[in-house]
């Protein structure tokens, strides 16, 4: 780039050149523009039509106002989707961070095989949702599953019926999610393998005690990715789906009728997509509610370094 | 550890150096302990789901559980395989991988190297245009995009599923390029510019060669969010010889009546190979790219 144009015809060369690189940043750009304003700025614009519509494909939509909303709002079933969405969120989303964050530190003291075991803890992010699953279902059977047979010989007791049990379907698909805690703890991992060597041995020097380092300095320095994690961990467990639809299709009675199960339904069982419409702008509403108090309340917990 | 002590420093402070190295070999070893059974529980679902893909039924429903399949028997995969044409959806389930992997690596780089290196005016509002993109629930967006995939007659075959791939690749992948290609040396790029490298020069045969590991990563998972994705197929296939594995397998149950559970799990654990080899195969790529988001 010419650094100094003190002649005019220099000055508008960089002009020129300046124009010519914006021109390639939108030629580069136009396959995301295209993709964007159809896949997703389109969509977003008529869904928040649809959902002040009836709509249900075959006919044009017709315009009820906020008839949808209103009828989320006062809808037995609505609420209790958003009440399960949310049970589950509390149980998976701390237990997935402290295993992780555990599991991390103990992978940081640089122990012998460290990349084998590190591989066996994501392993199970790997396995399609439907597979892991059906997998699950296979484990969670009160007959001849393994989890009741572990807790029978160390514990002599007989699980529950997990899926078939009102009281313990979400535990038990938390259970299942936090088989894949591997996904945030490898993030975690690769957080504290980040941080400076120095600031341990300065503080070790100063005769900081192990539980000092952890608390004053690994933590700390970890908040971001945690704040990271937190906030795509709440993000992807209000919309839990597939799961669900293979494991108990929302049953027994409803127990783990989650939001996005209750979305699809009438969506695509009953072609309510006004309705549904409506669904997804309240959840939308809910997760940027939620990112935002993360947010704010960042300032008081986050620790930047920068 | 390399503790580097003055050579002044008083005995007791060398002797609780000592101390401190013996403390840590034991937590070490416990830490280790820990992690090998943490390790053990995490893999013996696969392990038992792997057993029980090589045993009769009449073994699998026993109670207790067997490890050891006696006698080892396959026919679980060979019936599972020919129950269902699984064939075919390994087929279908690999074109629509390959399809989104390529054309997501090759648009969302094409968009990480403008937001990375080339200036516009517009291009910090864009960025924050793109990222915002990564917040929004899918299900926003999936009713507007059925009823404008079946307008263009798309229900039934594979095009929704990857062609969206082609135009942008997700906000995820640009964010994931772009982290990339700004720890490349800026002088890479201005010296090919003054030996007369074009814009589209420098993408093509400067950053796409310097980039593998990251072109590894976004590959890696769009295939495997393609592989994995059950929503979409759902949604918009409908005939039996279009299904892609995950619909099948969700459908395998449904359609036997009493779970063969040993031909289920065979063909699940099938299923899983794809994703997982192609991690190993690209670890060491996929680790990074995991931590060059964080940045």
């Not at chain 1, 001849?144 to 009102?166: C, E, K, M, N, T």
């Not at chain 2, 390029?177 to 201005?190: A, G, K, M, S």
Request: with cysteine; proline share 6%; aromatic share 18%.
């Amino acid at each position: 780039m010419v650094r100094t144009a003190p002649t005019r015809p220099a000055a508008s060369r960089t002009g020129r050149l300046r124009t010519r690189e914006a021109l390639y940043f939108h030629l580069f750009l136009l396959p995301w523009m295209i993709g964007f304003l159809s896949f997703v700025v389109y969509p977003v614009l008529a869904s928040l039509y649809f959902s002040f519509t009836q709509y249900n494909i075959l006919q044009p939509p017709h315009w009820i106002g906020l008839a949808n909303y209103r009828h989320l709002l006062t809808s037995q079933l609505f609420w209790k989707s958003l009440e399960v969405t949310l049970y589950y969120t509390l149980l998976a989303l701390p237990c997935t961070l402290l295993l992780g964050l555990l599991v991390a530190a103990l992978l940081n003291l640089r122990v012998r095989g460290l990349r084998v075991l590190r591989t066996v803890y994501y392993l199970p992010t790997l396995i399609p949702p439907v597979a892991g699953a059906l997998l699950w279902t296979w484990l969670l059977n009160p007959q001849f599953g393994l989890i009741d047979y572990v807790l029978q010989r160390a514990f002599h007791i007989h699980g529950p019926a997990w899926l078939a049990s009102p009281t313990w379907v979400i535990p038990a698909i938390a259970l299942m999610s936090l088989w894949g805690f591997g996904g945030s703890m490898v993030i975690y991992l690769a957080a504290m393998q980040g941080i400076p060597q120095e600031y341990y041995e300065a503080a070790q020097i100063d005769g900081a005690s192990p539980r000092h380092l952890l608390w004053r300095i690994t933590l700390p320095m970890l908040t971001p990715v945690i704040f990271f994690t937190i906030i795509l961990g709440l993000i992807g467990s209000f919309q839990i789906f597939t799961q669900v639809y293979v494991l108990t299709q929302g049953g027994p009675d409803y127990a783990s009728y989650f939001y996005n199960l209750y979305l699809y339904e009438n969506a695509f069982n009953y072609f309510k997509m006004g309705l549904a419409s409506a669904q997804a702008w309240i959840l939308f509403i809910i997760i940027l509610g939620c990112t935002l108090v993360l947010f704010r309340s960042s300032a008081l917990w986050v620790h930047y370094d920068h | 550890m390399g503790h580097a002590f003055s050579a002044n420093a008083r005995p007791s402070a060398r002797w609780q150096f000592a101390d401190r190295r013996r403390r840590q070999a034991v937590l070490r070893a416990l830490a280790l302990l820990v992690l090998c059974a943490g390790a053990l529980v995490i893999v013996s679902p696969i392990i038992w789901m792997l057993s029980a893909s090589f045993e009769h039924m009449t073994q699998v429903l026993s109670f207790p559980p067997t490890i050891l399949p006696s006698p080892w028997d396959f026919s679980a995969y060979r019936r599972g395989f020919t129950f269902m044409p699984f064939a075919r959806y390994f087929w279908n389930s690999f074109f629509i991988g390959a399809m989104s992997s390529v054309g997501g690596v090759f648009s969302a780089s094409m968009a990480g190297y403008a937001f990375a290196r080339l200036r516009s005016p517009d291009s910090n509002v864009l960025f924050i245009v793109m990222l915002s993109a990564l917040m929004l629930p899918y299900t926003v967006t999936m009713i507007p995009q059925y009823v404008l995939f079946k307008h263009l007659h798309w229900i039934n075959t594979f095009l929704p599923l990857w062609v969206p791939a082609w135009f942008g690749g997700g906000a995820f992948f640009i964010f994931l390029f772009r982290q990339f290609f700004l720890t490349i040396p800026n002088d890479v790029f201005e010296a090919a510019r003054i030996d007369g490298c074009s814009y589209f020069g420098l993408y093509w045969r400067i950053l796409l060669p310097l980039s593998k590991p990251v072109l590894a990563t976004a590959a890696i998972f769009h295939f495997q969010f393609a592989w994995s994705d059950f929503l979409g197929p759902l949604i918009y296939i409908n005939s039996g010889s279009k299904y892609t594995v995950s619909l099948a397998l969700s459908l395998f149950q449904a359609r036997y009546g009493a779970t063969p559970w040993n031909q289920l799990l065979a063909v699940s654990l099938v299923a899983m190979l794809p994703p997982v080899l192609l991690f190993f195969i690209g670890q060491r790529y996929v680790l990074s790219g995991i931590v060059v988001t964080q940045k």
